[in-house]
């Protein structure tokens, strides 16, 4: 599918006052490369934390009838909303059943069958591009904000966000010797899946400071302990999942990683995996944590940065 980097926003009504219908509509340019028109926007199945995190942040959780299983925060979301399932294993009849006005679906839900039958009803479908970017995220508030009908509250986000990669960037500038990460999304029976380029874990080392020791492929893959050896990580990242988290022992015990210098200086890195991986709000704040995680001298010009994004106030 080809992601329209440069979305349209052409707003052909405004909102009514202290009301959630639209008068002619909104339209909204989305990942298909479609023009999808919303007139009411006041019960919204999220499909994605990242769109549930950004739709919190602008004081919308009143209108969510739903949210997915990947919300993770704010905590409230699952907590207090109906859960429709995994992104990728969703059910027409699940999302449909709670009556929602919109669905805003980051792309790459699915399954492909229930995205077609979504897309057929008569509830307008939103997916959401997937870009995984300093710019990629900037548009996904966009356009998150205007099919809400709320540009104004979306233009506050990004100006937090933007002023935090801002920051972020002047913190990278520090690191003189990248170091060397592996992503490992999983290590089952001796199996290694990491992460190659065009990721969400590529990004965020780079974002971080660091170089992704994989770049021979794109995704995330199976790769062999020739591979592993080759890549010469100094450093493996994973996510926290539960039972199926990477556990560090694990990696210093296999037979390839321990050939590396990960093994060596026993460098491993797990992080809540939407606050690494979601590319929300949040995502520069992840970078600076993680940045501090691979270079602990930098942590004293960390501190100096506050991100915007966990502060302001875009909620009205």
Known sequence: MTICRT???????????????LGEGITVHDARNRDVIISDPARIVSIGGAITEILYALGFEDRLAGVDSTSLFPAAALRDKPNVGYMRQLSAEGVLGLNPSLVLAVQGSGPKETMDVLESA??????VPETFSEAGLVEKIRLVG??????KRAECL????????????????????????????SLLNGRTMAAGQKTAANEIIALAGGVNAIDGYDGYKIINDEAI????????????????SVDAEAVYGHPAFALTPVAANKAFISMEGLYLLGFGPRTAA???DLSIK?????????????PSALTANCRT
């Open 7 to 21: 979305l349209a926003w052409t707003t052909t009504a405004s909102f009514l006052l202290g009301g959630a219908a």
């Open 122 to 127: 008569k509830v307008p479908l939103v997916l």
């Open 146 to 151: 205007h099919a809400m009908g709320a540009d």
């Open 158 to 185: 990004t100006a937090a966000v933007t002023d935090d990669l801002a920051q972020l960037r002047e913190l990278r500038a520090k690191v003189t010797k990248p170091v060397r990460v592996m992503f490992v999304m």
């Open 229 to 244: 050896i080759a890549a010469k990580p100094d450093v493996v990242l994973s996510i926290q999942r539960g039972k199926d």
């Open 286 to 288: 992840a970078a600076r």
């Open 294 to 306: 691979l270079y602990p001298a930098l942590a004293p010009q960390a501190e100096k940065f506050t």
